[in-house]
């Protein structure tokens, strides 16, 4: 698609200073968790080579744990953190805010998006008012790429009784043009959760530019 089709689309937003690597203190805080469960004392450094960060390890799915070599006890350690991090932060619901469509997000993913310098794929999870129950990181690739499983979005919906998500990633190169993949990604995970009667709001695209709503720009 060219890129002059969705530019009139474009959320702008102001140039932002890109945060600080929190690389060091995941490793730290992750390498606490783990020894206090007696797991492997590399594998910290393992996960988070891998994944990225630790929220990104948080998010990981069980046998994509195990593929990295953590063992039952590290996953289930993992899993209780999680649940208990969502119980901390859980609000109440007539305090959660109202997304009446994806670019609702826009700004706030914008900064926090923008400026990274790998692909990262965040998933908005809405309950059947269209309120947020919680922003989780699905996915921390590399410079050009970020994998997205729709059976992940899926298993998630189901976990939290999410009613409709809003998918969202960044391009690092700073242009949020919707590529061919990413039309063809957005048609996936939009099948996959119709499957269990969930649908996909909208699939929001990050750039230094601005941002990208598949919405907006008829792609759903």
Avoid at 121 to 146: K, M, P, Q, W, Y
Avoid at 162 to 186: F, Q
Avoid at 204 to 210: D, F
Wanted: net charge neutral; with cysteine; proline share 5%.
């Amino acid at each position: 698609m060219a890129a002059a089709s969705v530019a009139p689309m474009l959320r702008s937003a102001p140039r932002l200073e890109a945060a600080p690597a929190s690389q060091p203190r995941d490793r730290w805080l992750l390498m606490r968790l783990l020894s206090a469960g007696q797991s492997i004392p590399r594998l910290a450094d393992r996960l988070i080579d891998e994944l990225g960060s630790l929220g990104s390890v948080l998010s990981t799915s069980e046998e994509r744990l195990r593929q990295l070599g953590a063992d039952s006890n590290c996953i289930a350690m993992l899993g209780l953190i999680r649940e208990t991090l969502g119980a901390v932060l859980e609000r109440n619901v007539g305090e959660q805010p109202l997304i009446e469509n994806g670019l609702a997000l826009a700004d706030a993913m914008h900064s926090e998006m923008a400026y990274l310098r790998v692909e990262q794929v965040r998933v908005a999870f809405l309950d059947a008012g269209r309120r947020l129950i919680r922003i989780e990181l699905l996915s921390n690739g590399t410079v050009r790429h970020a994998h997205i499983y729709p059976r992940e979005i899926a298993r998630r919906c189901l976990e939290l009784s999410a009613s409709s998500v809003v998918l969202v990633h960044n391009h690092p190169s700073g242009d949020p043009t919707p590529s061919p993949e990413d039309v063809l990604l957005t048609k996936r995970v939009r099948r996959a959760l119709e499957a269990i009667d969930v649908s996909l709001l909208d699939h929001l695209i990050v750039g230094r530019r601005g941002t990208v709503s598949f919405d907006a720009c008829g792609l759903m």
